[in-house]
């Protein structure tokens, strides 16, 4: 059973950087496709970053491009997201996510993961 565990999150000044981590605790995911998405109060769950699980593609929500790097470790189960020059408007609740099926290709909608993590929260102060 997929059991996704994230950790890193925390309070950092604009500019600085941060690395998120998410753990498959059950280990059954190593072929499934993988995100991350972020929530910020009173606003939607939106897409932030998806791979394939391969690692071989990726995507990224444009607010997002050139600034963060989702990757992939299937040996520690595991998927990252490395987050740099990180704005006030960076801070949300992230969420790591799981397609339910194998999957090579990057994904971008909530639809497409079944698997959720509890999130960590990330606050970019100005």
């Known amino acids: 059973q997929v059991q996704l565990v994230e950790s890193g999150g925390g309070l950092v000044q604009a500019g600085d950087s941060l690395t998120l981590s998410c753990a498959d605790a059950g280990r059954a995911s190593t072929l499934y496709g993988k995100g991350w998405f972020r929530q910020a109060p009173g606003q939607e769950r939106e897409f932030v970053a998806g791979?394939?699980?391969?690692?071989?593609?990726?995507a990224y929500a444009d607010s997002v491009k050139a600034r963060f790097t989702i990757s992939t470790d299937n040996a520690k189960y595991s998927v990252y997201l490395q987050m740099t020059s990180l704005k006030p408007e960076d801070t949300a609740v992230y969420y790591c996510?799981?397609?339910?099926?194998?999957?090579?290709?990057?994904?971008?909608?909530?639809?497409?993961?079944?698997?959720w993590g509890q999130g960590t929260q990330v606050t970019v102060s100005s």
């Open positions: 791979i394939g699980w391969s690692g071989g593609s990726t």
């Open positions: 996510a799981s397609t339910r099926y194998s999957n090579s290709r990057a994904l971008t909608e909530r639809y497409d993961y079944g698997y």
